[in-house]
């Protein structure tokens, strides 16, 4: 009875110690932007069972001394390693009812600037310019600025729209309208007339990377 008894206590206290579940690697930490969130999957895929708690936020506003990795697109113009993964193209769109099919560096600059405020001034219908950018502190926004516009401030006339998937809605639904969108955002309800620059898909990492965030890293360049 005794033996029978000692066994079950080192059956039961088996069972106990089996049962108690494994300590978990703390979530991978991950801020983007919305123009990089397409990448977004692939980092998904590539972090395996690992889990990944992401986070939205504005270019400016990325803070990598709270996160292990963060994705933008651009020059990150930061001191901590940066990786490309990929390149996009920073597009002027506009409504496919529109007649124009390109834009020239200059119309481009009027447009945004509000030195042109009618299509009939670019070739086009006698109509308004409705221009939509995104606000200032967004990466897509910020290389625009610099690239398109070298500096000048957009028209004050302006409308924000918060996020790509709004701007392509803005622009497919007024004739007049004129924005801009990343081709990896850009839907068949918007037409392409010019393309402001070819830019980097970045990872950034608050240091150098180690175990995991550096696996990912690989596995996104390949």
Do not use: H
Request: net charge negative; proline share 6%.
């Amino acid at each position: 009875m005794k033996k029978f008894c000692f066994l079950l206590f080192v059956f039961s206290l088996s069972a106990c110690v089996s049962a108690t579940p494994a300590p978990q690697a703390a979530p991978l930490r991950v801020q983007y932007t919305f123009t990089a969130q397409p990448w977004l999957a692939d980092m998904y895929d590539c972090a395996g069972g690992n889990v990944v708690s992401a986070e939205l936020r504005a270019a400016e506003y990325l803070d990598l001394s709270s996160v292990d990795l963060a994705l933008r697109i651009g020059d990150a113009n930061v001191t901590s390693p940066t990786y490309q993964i990929d390149t996009d193209e920073i597009l002027v769109i506009i409504n496919p009812q529109n007649p124009i099919n390109s834009l020239t560096a200059d119309e481009v600059l009027g447009l945004f600037t509000g030195s042109i405020q009618n299509w009939q001034e670019v070739n086009s219908d006698d109509a308004p310019v409705q221009v939509w950018v995104f606000v200032a502190g967004e990466d897509v926004q910020q290389i625009f600025a610099q690239t398109a516009l070298g500096g000048a401030p957009v028209t004050s006339l302006a409308r924000l729209a918060p996020g790509p998937e709004e701007m392509a809605q803005a622009i497919a639904e007024d004739v007049n309208a004129v924005g801009i969108l990343t081709q990896s955002w850009k839907a068949e309800n918007v037409s392409a007339v010019y393309t402001v620059a070819i830019v980097p898909v970045l990872v950034l990492s608050p240091d150098e990377p180690q175990g995991i965030s550096n696996d990912i890293i690989a596995c996104l360049q390949k």
